[in-house]
């Protein structure tokens, strides 16, 4: 994997390279140009086979763990960094999607397309030390993770749960399974909705006093 930048100012015209504008219709601010963007796209897709264009703004679909798993099957990315108060409208007609990191604004689309590199990245072959650190985290299975303990085993009178030191495979996987659950009902209950469960997480659900419908298998 590779990561490549280009610089919106040297695909500007005139001796000043002006990438932005002040806005039709009065406001405040400054609004990205369209000419330069385009003519960036433009030149960088040339050399691409068929690549996939994200345009990143506050005002895209919000970023998940899902989109990013679909963009690391693209051979080739292009992320197109707004600035100031956004891009020219007509600059959508050249991406194929737009994407927002949260609802926040930030300065530019620097930040964000540094969150999807690093995610994306994760997802690559060979990209951990170990190829199963990817899928067993947090979002993946559409819950969070279940908490992490390493040594010592007791810090200050807070000790490891003594499942996690019984050596029983089983019974540790089926405690993660249930403190995931936990932790996402009480953390993330939004996620719930959209999670996939099975019988037995419909069960540690309904021990776990969960009163809210679950969604259809």
């Not at 798993?69 to 959508?92: F, K, N, P, Q, S």
């Not at 994760?122 to 947090?138: F, I, M, Q, V």
């Not at 996690?164 to 540790?172: E, N, P, T």
Request: proline share 6%.
């Amino acid at each position: 994997m590779r990561v490549l930048l280009w610089n919106l100012r040297d695909f500007a015209p005139g001796k000043h390279r002006v990438t932005d504008d002040a806005p039709y219709g009065g406001g405040q601010g400054m609004v990205m140009k369209v000419e330069p963007i385009v003519a960036a796209i433009e030149a960088v897709c040339q050399s691409l086979d068929r690549p996939w264009r994200v345009l990143l703004s506050p005002q895209g679909r919000q970023l998940d763990q899902g989109t990013l798993m679909r963009l690391a099957t693209h051979e080739d990315v292009v992320l197109v960094c707004g600035r100031y108060e956004g891009v020219d409208e007509r600059v959508r007609a050249f991406v194929d999607e737009e994407l927002s990191v949260g609802d926040y604004v930030l300065s530019g689309g620097e930040i964000p397309a540094m969150v999807i590199i690093d995610a994306v990245t994760r997802l690559a072959p060979g990209a951990l030390g170990n190829a199963a650190s990817a899928t067993d985290e947090s979002f993946m299975s559409g819950l969070l993770e279940h908490p992490q303990y390493t040594r010592p085993e007791d810090f200050r009178g807070m000790r490891v749960p003594d499942i996690l030191l019984s050596g029983d495979h089983g019974a540790i996987a089926a405690w993660r399974r249930r403190e995931a659950l936990r932790r996402t009902f009480e953390r993330r209950p939004d996620l719930v909705a959209r999670a996939t469960l099975a019988d037995e997480d419909r069960n540690i659900a309904a021990a776990l006093g969960w009163r809210h419908p679950l969604p259809e298998q």
